[in-house]
């Protein structure tokens, strides 16, 4: 159940496509779900996040699209840029043991095309 | 804000040697900092939760005597990779919760250890 599903694995985009990463989950406990860009040899870094109270959240370039009886999740990045290569990775964050914990996706390595 | 640093970025140690890997919260206090192993094109592993204050929480399979977390203050956590072996060669990444409030964690730009 502690399990965050996320595809596809890679994805190739030509400049000015709509990049668009799935995740999917099964433990209704989770209630936060950021979505984190890594570039290599570099820490994640927060793009935006939803709580599953809201369908929707856009923020720039970047839209989360939330199905909560679905339990799934997507990340879509409009006009994508070659800057936007990188690794992608959904999370979900529960309350347990006393504070709140993540649970990282497999990622998604993205690259747009020049 | 919330800048999360780490020291060193990467470090070679030799077989058998012990290595400190510091995780600080630059503009912002952290009750709570995580640490993660991430090996080459994977996710995110957690392997330990660092409350200031109190003894770490470790994850099922994480050898607390082999990874020795230290939560000393609101801004720094250190993990410390004991008796290091090549196996032990990885990404390691701290992240942060400011104080206060609930589920967003940033994170560090990671440390690169190598183990010869």
């Known amino acids: 159940q502690q399990q965050v599903k996320q595809s596809p694995q890679s994805l190739i985009v030509q400049k000015g496509g709509i990049s668009i990463i799935n995740c999917a989950y099964e433990?209704?406990?989770?209630?936060?779900f950021p979505w984190y860009q890594q570039f290599p040899g570099k820490g994640p870094a927060l793009l935006i996040a939803i709580r599953p109270d809201v369908s929707e959240k856009k923020e720039g370039r970047f839209t989360i699209s939330f199905n909560k009886s679905a339990k799934q999740f997507s990340l879509h990045i409009m006009d994508s840029q070659p800057g936007d290569s990188a690794t992608y990775f959904c999370?979900?964050?529960?309350?347990?043991?006393?504070?709140?914990?993540?649970?990282f996706g497999t990622g998604t390595r993205l690259k747009v095309l020049a | 804000g919330a800048v999360v640093s780490q020291h060193p970025s990467w470090v070679i140690c030799k077989s058998g040697t012990s290595v400190k890997i510091e995780c600080r919260s630059l503009?912002?206090?952290?009750?709570?900092m995580f640490w993660y192993r991430q090996f080459p094109k994977q996710s995110l592993m957690l392997m330990a939760t660092s409350n200031e204050g109190s003894k770490a929480t470790y994850e099922q399979g994480v050898e607390k005597d082999k990874f020795l977390i230290n939560h000393a203050s609101l801004t720094l956590s250190t993990l410390t990779v004991t008796s290091a072996h090549p196996e032990d060669s990885s990404f390691y990444i701290c992240s942060a919760r400011l104080a206060g409030a609930t589920d967003t964690q940033y994170f560090g730009p990671g440390t690169r250890l190598t183990v010869l």
């Open positions: 433990n209704t406990a989770f209630d936060y």
């Open positions: 503009d912002f206090q952290a009750t709570t």
């Open positions: 999370a979900a964050s529960w309350y347990t043991s006393g504070t709140y914990k993540y649970i």
